[in-house]
């Protein structure tokens, strides 16, 4: 609006506040009439919201600096208590904790160890026998025991006595004898869940009894699979590589585990060894130096090795050897580590693969005797041809029986049609197999396909489940048939599982 008066004709300063608050008036009743307009509502709708703890005056200027600008609600506190966060290695171990005893399964009566002389007892087949104390401490310091077997489900843990148990047994007692020096060279094939690990275990229980010396590889992927540290061997070629975590971990498990190491002492002098040895120290000493420092861990196995393959005299005794490994798929393939050019190392070359390889193949002699078990695993098995070509090859030449012969029911058809079955394996002309894996598993290695026990060693199974109290059912002939069939034909695994681990 305009002024009244002139702005030339202002001569006082008291016209113009005056003035001024007459426009001041003026303008808030213009502001006022618009807002109370009738049947407007857009205005207030569309305006922005204003922030919190800012006016929307354009005045103010930017917002300042680490300020909101934006509009976000606010989150509710948890009440959460946070308790201690694990230590390092704690979830690791409490996931491979091994328990062997249920104080809520019942005791069962007349259960009898196994022991030295009583292995071979033709009484014990299809019987459920217990272990005793020493060697379970023994078995554990090993790592015999897995994870995924049933030992925390019964009072103490106990082992079937099956067919191919009392054929190891016996085996043992053979080998056992003043003056033999045969080695046995086996691998343990099956599926899921037929027993493999558990006659590795088997075996180690015999070897302890027997005071035999036992090392044991209690997974091969544990090698392969690129968690332990590794660098290159030193004065190798082709080049090998070192993993000295691991070594000196196994020298732990040798010197706790074998016992009888402390009555023998060294009969060599190490001189490339980096550190200088006692004239007379045992070899359980020689083993403690090496787990105690992974630096020298590879040289000093290299020493107990060379202790323990001498010539066994009268002044320096040596002992009979098992030497065991669980996984050996993982060991027959490449490695999830790399050389120095980025390339893939295969498993033979690390070190302690390449011993193992070594003495199953039979490059590496035992001169007092002993044997070398390998088992495949079935759970967690990975896609090796040339490994599953050799076996099956070596088990075709082992057993004639699973050729087809005179007596088998096709050979009249094959006869009348001029046909020629060739049940061997053959070698694929356009694939790529793996040399090194071909040269290890030569025709003196033994292959057993372990499969489902007996009906008669199921019951007895069954008997000992029922009286510990993890199966609540009546034995009888139909159950036991029923839980045989539907297990595979007497597959362990399957069995515990239908018989202890389902509940309906």
């Not at 009969?267 to 120290?281: F, G, K, V």
């Not at 070509?389 to 088998?408: I, M, R, T, W």
């Not at 000992?464 to 069939?485: D, F, Q």
Request: proline content about 6%; glycine content about 8%.
């Amino acid at each position: 609006m305009s002024s009244g008066k002139c702005w030339r004709c202002i001569a006082h300063t008291s016209d113009i506040a005056k003035i001024k608050n007459s426009y001041r008036l003026t303008y808030s009743s213009y502001t006022s009439q618009q807002s109370t307009i009738s049947f407007s509502t857009s205005t207030a709708r569309l305006a922005n919201p204003t922030s919190k703890g800012r006016s929307l005056n354009l005045r103010d200027g930017p917002p300042k600096r680490g300020a909101r600008t934006t509009f976000t609600t606010k989150r509710k506190q948890r009440n959460e208590t946070k308790g201690r966060p694990p230590a390092p290695g704690e979830r690791k171990a409490l996931r491979k904790r091994i328990v062997l005893s249920n104080t809520n399964a019942l005791e069962v009566p007349g259960m009898q160890d196994l022991s030295a002389e009583s292995m071979v007892d033709p009484n014990l087949q299809g019987r459920v026998i217990g272990i005793s104390g020493p060697v379970l401490d023994q078995l554990r310091a090993m790592e015999a025991f897995k994870v995924s077997q049933g030992w925390g489900l019964f009072r103490r843990p106990g082992m079937l006595m099956r067919t191919e148990t009392m054929e190891q047994a016996k085996q043992f007692k053979k080998m056992s004898k003043e003056g033999n020096q045969d080695t046995l060279r086996k691998v343990l094939v099956g599926e899921r869940g037929s027993g493999k690990s558990t006659l590795l275990l088997q075996a180690m229980t015999m070897a302890f009894l027997k005071k035999w010396v036992v090392i044991n590889i209690p997974e091969g992927q544990d090698l392969s699979m690129g968690h332990t540290e590794y660098g290159p061997a030193p004065g190798t070629f082709p080049t090998l590589y070192n993993q000295k975590v691991y070594t000196a971990s196994l020298l732990m498990r040798i010197a706790r585990a074998n016992p009888v190491l402390s009555t023998l002492q060294i009969s060599r002098e190490h001189a490339t060894l980096p550190i200088p040895l006692q004239a007379n120290i045992s070899l359980d000493r020689l083993a403690l130096l090496g787990a105690s420092d992974p630096d020298v861990a590879h040289p000093i196995f290299q020493a107990l090795w060379t202790e323990l393959t001498s010539q066994s005299t009268a002044e320096h005794r040596r002992p009979k050897l098992l030497i065991t490994l669980d996984g050996l798929g993982h060991v027959s393939k490449n490695s999830a580590y790399m050389s120095a050019t980025f390339k893939p190392i295969h498993a033979h070359e690390l070190t302690v693969v390449d011993w193992f390889m070594s003495c199953l193949s039979g490059t590496q002699s035992l001169p007092n005797g002993g044997m070398v078990l390998a088992a495949t695993s079935g759970s967690n098995q990975p896609t090796v041809p040339t490994l599953r070509f050799k076996l099956s090859e070596l088990e075709a030449q082992q057993n004639p029986s699973l050729l087809v012969g005179q007596e088998s029911p096709i050979q009249p058809f094959l006869t009348a049609t001029s046909q020629q079955h060739n049940p061997m394996p053959q070698r694929k002309s356009f694939f790529k197999y793996d040399e090194r894996v071909m040269e290890c598993f030569t025709k003196g290695l033994e292959v057993q396909c372990l499969k489902g026990v007996s009906r008669e060693e199921a019951r007895a199974l069954m008997e000992y489940w029922a009286k510990s109290g993890m199966m609540r059912s009546v034995v009888s002939e139909e159950l036991v048939g029923e839980k045989w069939t539907i297990s595979g034909g007497g597959v362990i695994g399957e069995l515990e599982r239908g018989c202890v681990r389902m509940r309906v």
